[in-house]
């Protein structure tokens, strides 16, 4: 029965914090500025083809680069001269995406996936590596820079308190854990 239990719990604490190794990251930036997403392929092969998408733009891609150059076929119109790898090429591979020129629009989650040498055909085999998640907004209104101050210092509160509560409920878990699976003294 005490194996059962702590199986039960290491489902259970999978579930709560799961494990990705896909890169997730958040970008904020303001219109008008150029931006760096990054994206490192892992490994040492060679990139055959690197592809930058937003789910949003259906069958369009915001840039894809194959056979050594960029491939504009179906790039999203929008995108056409705004975007480039950021050392024009796959090097090291860092595949990271330079976007000018930001507007409200470019808002959106964007997605790196690179196909590697050894695959049959470069979009078959394209594997998600990165998901940056753009926000493009104005800078916030010149006024009191108390505000943004407290406004950190009260997010900060915020993420301790919900860490300490996160601490203290997996605690009692766990002793709830341990005290039912304690077998009785003879």
């Known amino acids: 029965m005490r194996g059962e239990n702590v199986f039960t719990l290491l489902v259970a604490l999978t579930l709560i914090f799961p494990t990705d190794c896909q890169d997730q990251r958040n970008v904020t930036a303001e219109p008008g500025q150029d931006v760096v997403l990054p994206c490192r392929a892992a490994g040492n092969k060679r990139l055959i083809a690197v592809q930058w998408s937003r789910s949003d733009l259906g069958s ?21 001269t705004r975007v480039a790898l950021l050392d024009g090429a796959v090097k090291d591979g860092d595949v990271s995406l330079v976007l000018k020129n930001l507007t ?25 590596i990165s998901t940056i998640y753009l926000q493009v907004a104005p800078p916030p209104p010149p006024g009191n820079p108390e505000d943004s ?29 341990v005290l039912t699976c304690r077998e009785p003294n003879s």
């Open 60 to 80: 369009d891609y915001v840039l894809r680069y194959r056979d050594e150059r960029l491939d504009e076929e179906n790039q999203n119109p929008s995108f056409r």
């Open 104 to 128: 409200a629009s470019d808002t959106g989650a964007y997605e790196c996936g690179v196909a590697q040498r050894g695959a049959a055909e470069a979009n078959a085999n394209m594997k998600l």
């Open 149 to 177: 101050r407290n406004t950190g210092s009260r997010n900060l509160h915020l993420g301790l308190i919900v860490s300490v509560i996160l601490v203290v409920v997996l605690i009692v878990a766990a002793s709830v854990l």
